[in-house]
């Protein structure tokens, strides 16, 4: 009878833990259910990006399809204003250059695992969100542009690069380059930011040029045992990058040579003419159609005061060479020899 009366007690505990927990349980189904939200927004196709437009208008980037050694990301698709770039847009990807516009913010992941061979080009503000360049190999010196924020660990394991400049105003939060084994050397403008653990674990820094006034967070370096700072005025941040040329942002300037059809004469739209405006701008300097040049060779390249394309060619026995503005297709040098 005992033996009875204990097994139906345990029943009846059992019943009741069951009732109270049950509905806590399925309270939590319910609201993991309301948490996701599966994204619905339609794909759209132009040229070789995929994008998606919200209902509050922004475009984000959502892949790229193609395969130019040259990126420079479109300011609009189909007429459409981008704004972002999403999560592994670009992952994977290997390229010899990467220019961003501005107005375009970068979202986690967007290049993880990317590379970027030579030029690496960000805008004045831009935005980077956490983990969007994470495992990224990067040119051995990059510029964090003026007013920029970047969030989290976006640069963290980041590999190849060994100078990092941080333009005024810009501002690294989180772990930022956190793990980025090969940087020895960090040069923060006035006016910059870093924060608490911002290059932990970047076991090579050495060389912290701290020019000015700028704002450090506590302990930015946990565990760079060979990092040094050094306090320096103001006008060496500007010594430091000359040391540097081609790797600072484009800077957008006027200049008075003919510009193709889609360029503004001499005023930059913020945009890249491309490879074909600056051959057309070249041959049309010569005199010369496409059919009647040979070993023809457009690369985009960077300089201190900005980008600008190198067109090489031959024609009959003479060699071209011309350097083309990348913003307003202005002609800066040109040479023909025999």
Avoid: W
């Avoid at 320096?232 to 300037?253: D, F, H, T, V």
């Amino acid at each position: 009878m005992k033996n009875r009366t204990g097994t139906l007690q345990r029943t009846l505990l059992l019943l009741l833990a069951l009732i109270l927990i049950l509905p806590g349980l399925a309270g939590r189904t319910r609201a993991a259910a309301q948490e996701y939200v599966p994204d619905l927004t339609p794909v759209q196709y132009c040229g070789d990006y995929a994008y998606k437009v919200y209902n509050d208008s922004s475009v984000e980037i959502v892949e790229y399809k193609g395969l130019e050694p040259d990126i420079i990301i479109p300011e609009e698709l189909d007429g459409n204003r981008v704004t972002s770039i999403g999560d592994e847009a670009f992952a994977y990807y290997k390229m010899d250059s990467l220019i961003v516009p501005e107005g375009i913010s970068i979202g986690g992941r967007a290049f993880e695992y990317c590379v970027v061979r030579k030029v690496f080009s960000l805008p004045a503000g831009v935005v980077i969100r956490n983990r969007a360049f994470e495992y990224a190999e990067l040119p051995k010196a990059v510029v964090i542009p003026e007013g920029a924020l970047l969030e989290g660990d976006c640069f963290s394991y980041c590999e190849d690069l060994e100078r990092l400049f941080v333009e005024p105003s810009a501002i690294l939060r989180g772990s930022a380059f956190s793990y980025s084994e090969d940087l020895k050397t960090l040069v923060c403008a006035p006016g910059s930011e870093i924060s608490a653990r911002a290059f932990e674990y970047s076991y090579d820094l050495a060389g912290v040029l701290l020019c000015g006034d700028v704002t450090l967070g506590d302990d930015p370096f946990p565990y760079c045992r060979r990092a040094r700072l050094l306090s320096e005025s103001a006008e060496q941040y500007e010594l430091e990058i000359a040391k540097y040329p081609g790797i600072r942002p484009a800077q957008r300037s006027s200049g008075g040579s003919k510009a193709p059809s889609g360029t503004t004469g001499g005023k930059t739209s913020g945009q890249v003419i491309g490879e074909a405006a600056a051959l057309e701008i070249a041959l049309t300097h010569a005199e010369l159609d496409e059919s009647r040049v040979r070993d023809l060779d457009v690369e985009l390249k960077q300089r201190l005061r900005g980008s600008y394309y190198e067109v090489e060619f031959e024609s009959g026995f003479y060699d071209y060479e011309y350097r083309i503005d990348a913003f307003t297709g202005e002609i800066l040098s040109s040479r023909r020899e025999r």
